[in-house]
């Protein structure tokens, strides 16, 4: 289930890791992280920015007119890109009818990534080729540009781009699912094809370490990459080291293998010292032995993932609604919610009279649809009838 854990998860793969969880500090990346984050400021930086002395471009000016584009939105967040001597707005324009586009879309695409009109022809067409690979035709590619213009307009790493397309191609990927990355996670991609082939060596070499099956093993990588492709942003050093950390720990290696399926490969993103923080933050909370800690890890994995600092949080949250350690600990997958659903749920199944004080607290768990099939159920419950199949009728004569 992990739902705290795929919000989580969601977040990190739609916005491409440019704004970190806070309910996740323990995160560790690659080492190629920090020159990515800083890839918009370095092209920013290559083009004139002093607004002050620079007048806008006249004949850019004119070009984005004659296609609609509101020039006060590029001026509102990127009014550097109108200040530049030489810019391709017509021929990128031209690329994109090309592809289908319209007019319309055409001036969404340049107000949403204005940066794309500095762009060479040359370089367009060429990421163009590129997606292709993936792309079941242009219709899909004028969406997906429309969807995620960044992520197209980004052309300095276009020969690993190319690399890991036929590498994740060849390790068996569909091409919907690299169309996913190259939009969601393009992170993943400019790193040089060697460094993620090291990454799915490690994870393989692991995976048949820790007990998996040969015949398996693929499905098992596919299924791993699929949920998280942000695991090949992490080092193979950094795999290494919480696999180990999960063995000293006492976790036998089907177990690690049951976490590492469980956690959806999030657990490489984490470091040991965050990991060992929480783990202990748990054994004081319930008062338990490492062996009964081990199994609150297996059964919710949150406990392992989560920092100290949400963890608190959560424990104080459900602690204010009057539900007890003791009912924790018995059910602890609640510390997946967040203290606003927990207590949004709480309320809804109060007004019902279901007392979650003094009972056990599984209503409260599950994604949204699995509480709102438990809320009907005992809804319904309430509202039926009760029947006495011993009780006289009264018929009247």
Sequence with gaps: MLRGIAHGAKHTFTLLLTRPQSCNPGLKFSSVWPDVANRRFLIHSSYTTDTKSREENKKTLENLYSLSVDITKIRRLKEWVLLQDVAYVKEIAGIL????????????????????????????????????????????????????????????????????ILFFQELGLKNNIITRFLTSAPNIFYNPVENNKSVIETLQINYLNLGGSEANMKIWILKLLSQNPFILLNTST????????????????????????????????????????????????????????????????????????????????????????????????????????????????????????????????????????????????????????????????
Excluded at 110 to 126: F, G, K, V
Excluded at 256 to 281: D, E, P, R
Aim: one cysteine or more; glycine letters at 4%; hydrophobic letters at 35%.
């Design 238 to 397: 950094a795999i290494q080291e919480n696999l180990e950390f999960l063995q000293k720990n006492n976790f036998t290696d089907q177990e690690v293998l049951q976490l590492l399926s469980k956690l959806k490969g999030f657990i490489f993103q984490l470091n040991s010292a965050t990991m060992q923080k929480s783990m202990l933050f748990s054994k004081n909370i319930f008062k338990c032995s490492d062996q009964e800690l081990k199994q609150l890890v297996l059964k919710c994995p949150a406990l392992l993932y989560y920092s100290v600092p949400v963890l608190e949080e959560r424990l104080e949250g459900l602690l204010k609604e009057g539900i007890s350690i003791a009912q924790i600990r018995e059910t602890p997958m609640v510390l997946e919610l967040t203290t606003q659903i927990v207590q949004y749920r709480i309320k809804k199944l109060s007004a019902l009279g279901y007392d979650i004080k003094s009972g056990n607290l599984e209503s409260l768990n599950g994604t949204k649809k699995d509480f709102e099939v438990t809320y009907g159920k005992i809804q319904s419950k309430k509202e039926r009838p009760i029947f006495n199949p011993v009780a006289p009728l009264h018929i009247e004569d």
């Design 97 to 164: 009818q090309e592809m289908g586009a319209d007019k319309t879309t055409v001036a969404n695409i340049i107000e949403r990534c204005p940066e794309a009109i500095l762009h060479t022809p040359a370089e367009i067409n060429s990421q163009r080729a590129l997606w292709q690979l993936v792309c079941q035709n242009e219709n899909q590619l004028v969406k997906l540009i429309e969807q995620f213009p960044e992520s197209f307009f980004t052309t300095e790493y276009q020969q690993n781009q190319k690399a890991n």
